[in-house]
């Protein structure tokens, strides 16, 4: 797997827990939300926090202060057909005002990365050789014409002709 984050691969400093281990307080680890929910809440603090596509964010705002209390949120792509966390990345970053990392995590795959990086992800995991070239080459950042319309995002204006197409700024 190679890590993507804030322009660059780099090493990842977090690792990822299985369901049903013990977290480790002395190192950083991104917790599926089942394990973090059952720490008690002085617990909680440095860990990260990963949702699958069927887990709510209410449960985790319910489970907290702020979330920006956490310093990672991983948001799972079982698979390219489920989409549903885009909108989590979008809802932490423009609702929420979540200034931490949000990861993607999962099936990431070289087409999705524009819209990834549109909504709020700051963070990738990936292992699809074609997305990591696509990262090296800066290629989600060429794509001329987006067909995407993400409420609130001031980086793209209305292209001539169709009214779904949008020209990147």
Do not use: C
């Amino acid at each position: 797997m190679a890590f993507w984050k804030d322009g660059g691969f780099t090493e990842d400093p977090w690792t990822h827990l299985a369901p049903g281990e013990a977290p480790d307080m002395g190192r950083q680890q991104i917790l599926p939300l089942t394990t973090f929910l059952e720490l008690d809440a002085s617990q909680r603090s440095g860990f990260g926090v990963s949702l699958a596509p069927l887990e709510d964010l209410e449960t985790l705002r319910g489970a907290v202060n702020d979330l920006n209390a956490i310093p990672v949120i991983a948001l799972d792509f079982p698979s390219f057909a489920n989409g549903t966390s885009y909108s989590k990345a979008q809802i932490l970053q423009q609702h929420d005002r979540y200034e931490g990392e949000i990861r993607a995590t999962g099936d990431v795959l070289p087409d999705q990365l524009p819209l990834m990086l549109r909504v709020g992800f700051n963070a990738l995991e990936v292992t699809h050789p074609v997305a990591i070239r696509a990262l090296e080459d800066d290629l989600p950042n060429t794509v001329p014409q987006l067909t995407q319309i993400v409420p609130g995002d001031e980086t793209a204006e209305a292209a001539t002709g169709y009214s779904w197409r949008r020209v990147a700024r």
